[in-house]
């Protein structure tokens, strides 16, 4: 239900925004365009002037992209009333010749087709794009948001220029209005929508430049959007490439109606059209190779297809080859079930060579609680962060925050606590709260914790070694057991820190550790060496499970924003013991070392 949910909101949104581009194009054309400019004309000039409507209110005067698609659905809708004449017409010849009603009805077969072969999550345990793990998917939800929310394309750490494919990030910005200003959920829609549109343009292309039949042009499009290249092209989320591919097969389309123009003012009128269009493909391509050369091999193999279809579909063709009816048809239907193998045949390879989708967990999308927090910087701390998809989604997720990360490699005990403070937080992937040791801190469910201040233990507070806290490190000890953890070879090295803010430290206390030797019977007490603070040593014997005090004064401590206080405990015998609980106190809990 939720995937047919998806499907009826992606489609009806796709339908409103190419609604919108139509009468746009529709509108503010005048009336004797309308033997040369087709429907699908009609609706690029419109997303033309949209963009151009973007570019002039962003870029001259910072104008928030939200109002500016409003202002100009708003603007579209008003003058389609004082033109009603005209969009009534031009509707009434629209359902007329069957052309609206067959466009739409294959644009919803495009969208399912790309739908299903795409399978994109459908709950919320995942969050909604399903790619390849191609940074450009990213940083275009990026632009979109940062243009709804500052009417700016100023942004940092992007993975190209934002001048190469400025039309794109407007285009899915007023897209994203339609999925509650959302441009992570209205990416793949989008996606789906440019695959539907090119599908319905090489059906109308065809028919139109090669005269093929309906089922034949239909053939073609289902071998070209099924295709490997094709769909490499789409699960690297090139939308400009994507978009660029209807735009160029106008073109062409328009060189075609060129030969039938009868007068030198409307060659005029579609040479004009065509560098419209041409300037409108180059703002989604401008200085990109790649997305160059993509088009150009896509759109070539649709003309050589479409070409190669027409010529063997001819009568004098066929003759040629199959010389009675029977034979011509047999001849027709050979290529008929070979186009549909061709269809199978590149869905099979997909399915079976293509890498897994990627898939980012839904949860991360709580760290959206935090845009509304008054600091200005976050630092990021990960653990796992596949291709770095993670940090640039936290970027998208806090459009207004300076983010920094600190690698996987770097331990958690080694994070910069002396920086941590309510306008500089470090957020910890997969790190409960209630190792931080102070009440400071935002859990995000799934994601990690936000500490706001530095790590620090409360005093006469119970701290079993079976858990992980920020501000105790230990080396020289096994993985955590329920129990706690046992030392491994002859001495264990143990730090404590301290925000001397929080917890008082600058006066006698002791430090209590909760040990268990698990002695054998009629075998003496194993010695402990204990090294502390400022060049401080004192032994002590452990014959069964209980405390053991070490003494600690303020110049033990080191440090400035945060104190630390280093610890080692050493094992003369060699033998193991079992670490269960740490306690700082102002008394004594057991044996005091001395």
Same mark, same amino acid.
Request: aromatic share 10%; proline share 6%.
């Given at each position: 239900?939720?995937?047919?949910?998806?499907?009826?909101?992606?489609?009806?949104?796709?339908?409103?925004?190419?609604?919108?581009?139509?009468?746009?194009?529709?509108?503010?054309?005048?009336?004797?365009?309308?033997?040369?400019?087709?429907?699908?004309?009609?609706?690029?000039?419109?997303?033309?002037?949209?963009?151009?409507?973007? =570019?002039?209110?962003?870029?001259?005067?910072?104008?928030?992209?939200?109002?500016?698609?409003?202002?100009?659905?708003?603007?579209?809708?008003?003058?389609?009333?004082?033109?009603?004449?005209?969009?009534?017409?031009?509707?009434?010849?629209?359902?007329?010749?069957?052309?609206?009603?067959?466009?739409?009805?294959?644009?919803?077969?495009?969208?399912?087709?790309?739908?299903?072969?795409?399978?994109?999550?459908?709950?919320?345990?995942?969050?909604?794009?399903?790619?390849?793990?191609?940074?450009?998917?990213?940083?275009?939800?990026?632009?979109?948001?940062?243009?709804?929310?500052?009417?700016?394309?100023?942004?940092?750490?992007?993975?190209?220029?934002?001048?190469?494919?400025?039309?794109?990030?407007?285009?899915?910005?007023?897209?994203?209005?339609?999925?509650?200003?959302?441009?992570?959920?209205?990416?793949?829609?989008?996606?789906?929508?440019?695959?539907?549109?090119?599908?319905?343009?090489?059906?109308?292309?065809?028919?139109?430049?090669?005269?093929?039949?309906?089922?034949?042009?239909?053939?073609?499009?289902?071998?070209?959007?099924?295709?490997?290249?094709?769909?490499?092209?789409?699960?690297?989320?090139?939308?400009?490439?994507?978009?660029?591919?209807?735009?160029?097969?106008?073109?062409?389309?328009?060189?075609?109606?060129?030969?039938?123009?009868?007068?030198?003012?409307?060659?005029?009128?579609?040479?004009?059209?065509?560098?419209?269009?041409?300037?409108?493909? =180059?703002?989604?391509?401008?200085?990109?190779?790649?997305?160059?050369?993509?088009?150009?091999?896509?759109?070539?193999?649709?003309?050589?297809?479409?070409?190669?279809?027409?010529?063997?579909?001819?009568?004098?063709?066929?003759?040629?080859?199959?010389?009675?009816?029977?034979?011509?048809?047999?001849?027709?239907?050979?290529?008929?079930?070979?186009?549909?193998?061709?269809?199978?045949?590149?869905?099979?390879?997909?399915?079976?060579?293509?890498?897994?989708?990627?898939?980012?967990?839904?949860?991360?999308?709580?760290?959206?609680?935090?845009?509304?927090?008054?600091?200005?910087?976050?630092?990021?701390?990960?653990?796992?962060?596949?291709?770095?998809?993670?940090?640039?989604?936290?970027?998208?997720?806090?459009?207004?925050?300076?983010?920094?990360?600190?690698?996987?490699?770097?331990?958690?005990?080694?994070?910069?606590?002396?920086?941590?403070?309510?306008?500089?937080?470090?957020?910890?992937?997969?790190?409960?709260?209630?190792?931080?040791?102070?009440?400071?801190?935002?859990?995000?469910?799934?994601?990690?914790?936000?500490?706001?201040?530095?790590?620090?233990?409360?005093?006469?507070?119970?701290?079993?070694?079976?858990?992980?806290?920020?501000?105790?490190?230990?080396?020289?000890?096994?993985?955590?057991?329920?129990?706690?953890?046992?030392?491994?070879?002859?001495?264990?090295?143990?730090?404590?820190?301290?925000?001397?803010?929080?917890?008082?430290?600058?006066?006698?206390?002791?430090?209590?550790?909760?040990?268990?030797?698990?002695?054998?019977?009629?075998?003496?007490?194993?010695?402990?060496?204990?090294? =502390?603070?400022?060049?401080?040593?004192?032994?002590?014997?452990?014959?069964?499970?209980?405390?053991?005090?070490?003494?600690?004064?303020?110049?033990? =401590?080191?440090?400035?924003?945060?104190?630390?206080?280093?610890?080692?405990?050493?094992?003369?015998?060699?033998?193991?013991?079992?670490?269960?609980?740490?306690?700082?106190?102002?008394?004594?809990?057991?044996?005091?070392?001395?």
């Amino acid at each position: 239900m939720n995937h047919v949910l998806n499907i009826a909101h992606g489609i009806g949104a796709a339908m409103a925004c190419a609604a919108c581009f139509y009468l746009a194009g529709l509108v503010l054309t005048p009336r004797r365009w309308d033997r040369l400019v087709a429907p699908a004309a009609n609706a690029i000039l419109g997303a033309a002037l949209y963009v151009l409507v973007c =570019w002039v209110a962003i870029g001259a005067q910072n104008i928030r992209l939200t109002f500016v698609a409003l202002g100009f659905a708003g603007g579209v809708l008003i003058v389609a009333i004082v033109r009603m004449g005209r969009v009534g017409a031009a509707l009434k010849s629209g359902l007329a010749r069957g052309t609206l009603r067959s466009n739409v009805l294959l644009f919803v077969f495009f969208y399912v087709l790309i739908y299903a072969l795409t399978r994109p999550p459908a709950s919320d345990v995942f969050l909604p794009p399903a790619w390849s793990g191609d940074r450009d998917l990213l940083t275009h939800i990026r632009y979109a948001k940062h243009l709804l929310m500052f009417g700016s394309p100023d942004l940092d750490a992007a993975s190209f220029d934002y001048l190469r494919s400025p039309a794109v990030s407007h285009l899915l910005a007023g897209f994203s209005l339609a999925f509650d200003q959302d441009p992570l959920s209205a990416a793949m829609p989008a996606l789906f929508g440019l695959v539907a549109l090119i599908g319905v343009s090489i059906v109308s292309f065809c028919r139109s430049v090669f005269s093929l039949s309906m089922p034949t042009a239909i053939v073609i499009s289902c071998v070209v959007t099924t295709n490997p290249y094709f769909k490499h092209v789409a699960s690297e989320y090139q939308l400009q490439t994507l978009a660029a591919i209807p735009i160029l097969l106008c073109l062409l389309w328009l060189m075609v109606r060129i030969a039938a123009a009868s007068s030198k003012a409307e060659r005029a009128l579609v040479a004009t059209l065509m560098s419209s269009y041409a300037l409108f493909w =180059w703002s989604f391509n401008h200085l990109d190779r790649t997305g160059a050369v993509n088009v150009t091999v896509i759109v070539f193999g649709i003309v050589l297809v479409g070409g190669a279809a027409h010529l063997v579909g001819r009568e004098d063709v066929l003759r040629r080859f199959a010389r009675t009816p029977s034979d011509r048809r047999l001849t027709v239907a050979a290529m008929s079930y070979a186009a549909i193998a061709l269809i199978v045949g590149n869905v099979a390879v997909q399915a079976s060579r293509e890498r897994a989708t990627l898939r980012m967990p839904g949860r991360w999308r709580g760290i959206e609680q935090l845009e509304k927090a008054h600091f200005g910087e976050i630092t990021l701390k990960i653990e796992h962060d596949p291709h770095g998809l993670l940090t640039a989604m936290t970027r998208y997720f806090l459009p207004d925050k300076k983010v920094h990360v600190i690698a996987p490699r770097v331990r958690v005990r080694d994070l910069p606590f002396e920086t941590i403070s309510h306008e500089s937080p470090i957020l910890i992937q997969n790190f409960g709260c209630e190792g931080v040791g102070h009440g400071d801190v935002i859990p995000i469910s799934g994601a990690g914790c936000v500490v706001f201040a530095p790590p620090a233990f409360e005093l006469d507070k119970r701290y079993p070694f079976n858990r992980t806290f920020l501000f105790l490190s230990v080396d020289g000890m096994t993985n955590r057991e329920p129990g706690g953890r046992w030392n491994i070879g002859r001495a264990v090295p143990l730090t404590l820190i301290v925000d001397p803010e929080r917890v008082r430290v600058d006066r006698d206390l002791y430090i209590n550790l909760f040990v268990n030797p698990f002695l054998p019977p009629d075998v003496k007490a194993q010695p402990l060496t204990l090294k =502390w603070g400022s060049n401080r040593a004192g032994e002590t014997a452990v014959d069964a499970e209980g405390w053991v005090s070490i003494p600690i004064s303020a110049g033990d =401590w080191s440090g400035n924003r945060v104190w630390r206080l280093p610890m080692t405990v050493g094992f003369p015998d060699g033998r193991t013991m079992l670490f269960h609980d740490l306690l700082v106190s102002e008394k004594t809990r057991g044996r005091v070392v001395q």
